[in-house]
């Protein structure tokens, strides 16, 4: 009964870690779309970083409250 038990949280845990896995790369993937996506339609410059594409949207977010 025990190694049922402890057998059916290990499967558990290993859909767990399989799924988190699985959205983290498509994440990765819807990204990686829309970068090249705002790339080609010149809203972002190519080959910018997170951290610059954050900073162009927390610019835009303050331009258009005031």
């Known amino acids: 009964m025990e190694l049922t038990v402890v057998l059916a949280i290990?499967?558990?845990?290993?859909?767990i870690v399989?799924?988190?896995?699985?959205?983290s790369r498509m994440e990765d993937k819807?990204?990686?779309a829309l970068k090249i996506t705002c790339e080609t339609l010149d809203l972002i410059k190519k080959?910018?970083?997170?951290e610059e594409i954050l900073e162009l949207g927390k610019k835009s977010s303050k331009t258009k409250s005031k």
């Open 10 to 15: 290990a499967v558990l845990v290993f859909i």
């Open 18 to 23: 399989y799924k988190q896995n699985y959205i």
């Open 30 to 32: 819807v990204f990686r």
């Open 47 to 50: 080959d910018c970083t997170l």
